[in-house]
């Protein structure tokens, strides 16, 4: 009798050593209730899949996530999680590489309009308010010189002005938008009043700032050419 007993006392513990295995144990239909034994079993996981459980359950206690089903044991928690996590890498990596893709198109047709014209600052000067004048209100004057470097006339540009210090950082941005006829090879003096607010540090400095110490830049967006066709560039989110 003693071999049957034996058996029995052998399955019953390969029996017990299955049942405790971590990734068997069920973890409670209320994720966000841990009891001691699902704590134990998780305490026997590396610590890697422990950190898979714990955002398993954070996903599904805070993050809007409702469970698979009751019965859900850790090891099938687990693989959820690995493929959540896999499947949010990859929409990341999609986007990340959209990003890219639509930064190199906006950056490609930047490149080429800045091949299509030349602009420069020439002159920077303030006008105070005359009344007598007719002059209401404070102004910085512009002088902007656009260059069409191109084999078509150009019949608008827009785009947006950057003031900068000596030292590279931005003064102040202005919308432009020229609506003059510039031949093939031809230049023009475009001539631009900005409004003065002394209460605005950007505009103190900008009149501050002598025109010879100010680093000019011209972000083109739109160049329309006398036969209706244009180049523009494709949006990619506000400038750093």
């Known amino acids: 009798m003693k071999r049957p007993l034996q058996f029995i006392a052998l399955a019953t ?21 841990i009891d001691e034994g699902t704590r134990d079993a998780i305490k026997k996981l590396p610590n890697e899949e422990r950190e898979l459980v714990a955002k398993y359950a954070l996903r599904h206690t805070f993050g809007g996530d409702k ?3 009751i019965g859900v044991t850790i090891g099938q928690a687990i693989q959820e999680q690995k493929e959540f996590e896999a499947a949010r890498a990859q929409r990341e990596a999609e986007a990340a590489a959209l990003k890219a893709s639509m930064q190199k198109e906006h950056d490609d047709a930047i490149s080429r309009m800045n091949n299509s014209v030349a602009v420069a600052l020439v002159s920077k000067a303030y006008e105070a308010s005359n009344f007598r004048e007719g002059t209401y209100e404070d102004t910085i004057q512009l002088e902007i010189a656009i260059e069409n470097k191109t084999d078509k006339a150009i019949a608008g540009v827009k785009g947006t002005a950057v003031f900068r210090d000596m030292f590279g950082d931005i003064i102040t941005r202005s919308n432009v938008a020229i609506t003059h006829d510039i ?12 409004h003065y607010n002394q209460f605005e540090q950007s505009d103190k400095t900008l009149r501050s700032t002598p ?19 244009k180049q523009t560039a ?3 989110g506000a400038p750093d």
């Not at 513990?13 to 209730?33: M, R, T, V, Y």
């Not at 025109?211 to 066709?229: L, M, S």
Request: glycine residues 6%.
């Open 234 to 236: 494709p949006s990619v």
């Open 13 to 33: 513990l390969l029996a017990l050593a299955g049942c405790q295995n971590p990734h068997d144990h069920e973890l409670p239909s209320d994720i966000s209730k």
């Open 67 to 69: 469970p698979s089903g």
């Open 183 to 194: 031949q093939p090879g031809a230049k023009y003096l475009w001539q631009a009043s900005k």
């Open 211 to 229: 025109t010879e110490k100010i680093k000019f830049e011209f972000e083109p967006d739109t160049i329309v050419f006398a036969d209706g066709t």
